[in-house]
C-alpha cells in the first residue's frame, strides 16, 4: 500500500507560480512512477504530467509543458510539480497518483494505469 499526501495548492494570480508536493508513505517510492493529474469542476480527471520511477523519464500534457517542471527526491520519498506561469485555465484540484513499475523509463499517461491516488489539493488562478 501507498499513502499518498499533496500539499502546496492556493489561490495565486495569473503569471505566478507554486510548487506542489507529494509525500508518500507506506511504502518506496522508487518501485513506482508518478503522475499529476488535475480536475476542474464538471470535467474529467485529465493527465498533467509523470514522471518515470528512475527519473530519467518524464512526460507533460501539452496545455502545460514548457510551463510545468515535475520531479522526485526518492530519498525524501516525495514528488514535486513547479507551476510557472499559471493561467485561469490551470483552476482545478491536482492528484498525485503511483504506479507500481519495473520498467524504468515508462511514464504513464492514463488515469486507469495508476494504482494509488492521494486526496488532491486545490490550486485556483485568478485573472
Known amino acids: 500500500q501507498v499513502q499518498l499526501v499533496e500539499s502546496g495548492g492556493g489561490l495565486v494570480q495569473a503569471g505566478e507560480s507554486l510548487r506542489l508536493s507529494c509525500a508518500a508513505s507506506?511504502?518506496?517510492?522508487?518501485?513506482?512512477?508518478m503522475g499529476w493529474f488535475r480536475q476542474a469542476p464538471g470535467k474529467e480527471r485529465e493527465f498533467v504530467a509523470a514522471?518515470?520511477?528512475?527519473?530519467?523519464?518524464?512526460d507533460y500534457a501539452d496545455s502545460v509543458k514548457g510551463r510545468f517542471i515535475i520531479s522526485r527526491d526518492n530519498a525524501k520519498n516525495t514528488v514535486y510539480l513547479q507551476m510557472n506561469s499559471l493561467k485561469p485555465e490551470d483552476t482545478a484540484v491536482y492528484y498525485c497518483?503511483?504506479?507500481?513499475?519495473?520498467?524504468?523509463?515508462?511514464?504513464?499517461?492514463?488515469?486507469?494505469?495508476?494504482?494509488?491516488w492521494g486526496q488532491g489539493t486545490q490550486v485556483t488562478v485568478s485573472s
Open positions: 507506506g511504502r518506496t517510492l522508487s518501485s513506482c512512477a
Open positions: 497518483s503511483a504506479k507500481v513499475e519495473s520498467r524504468n523509463y515508462y511514464t504513464p499517461r492514463r488515469v486507469y494505469d495508476y494504482n494509488y
Open positions: 514522471i518515470s520511477k528512475s527519473g530519467d523519464g518524464t
